[in-house]
């Protein structure tokens, strides 16, 4: 079983940046790959960026390819989504995602994912 928190959320203007953080309770927390959804309202959920167990690979979806960074600190359990130069389309909630059993690439079905943080509401005005 794995809880996950997510922080860091807020309102930002247009062309500004937050970082987003989700700490995980599990002690095998190097055993999952992590990955970063965003809900916009009245959209589907749709995969962000994602990171291997080991950090050593990352993906992103095209759209934030250059501006958003995926990273994570196995020694304290959390991953982190540095996203810069946001636009008021990325208004969304962002969720933080694990799965044991994910393979490499990382899958960007929701349904792949078996735990979920409780999201974190990002809001970027025009």
């Known amino acids: 079983q794995v809880q996950l928190v997510e922080s860091g959320g807020g309102l930002v203007q247009a062309g500004g940046s937050l970082r987003l953080s989700c700490a995980a309770s599990?002690?095998?927390?190097?055993?999952?790959?992590m990955a970063w959804f965003r809900q916009a309202p009245g959209k589907e959920r749709e995969f962000v960026a994602g990171i291997s167990r080991s950090g050593g690979r990352s993906y992103y979806t095209d759209s934030v390819k250059g501006r958003f960074t995926i990273s994570r600190d196995n020694a304290k359990n959390t991953v982190y989504l540095q996203m810069n130069s946001l636009k008021p389309e990325e208004t969304a909630v962002y969720y933080c995602a694990a799965d044991l059993h994910l393979a490499m690439p990382m899958s960007t079905m929701t349904h792949d994912y078996e735990y979920w943080g409780q999201g974190t509401r990002v809001t970027v005005s025009s």
């Open positions: 599990a002690r095998t927390f190097t055993l999952y790959p």
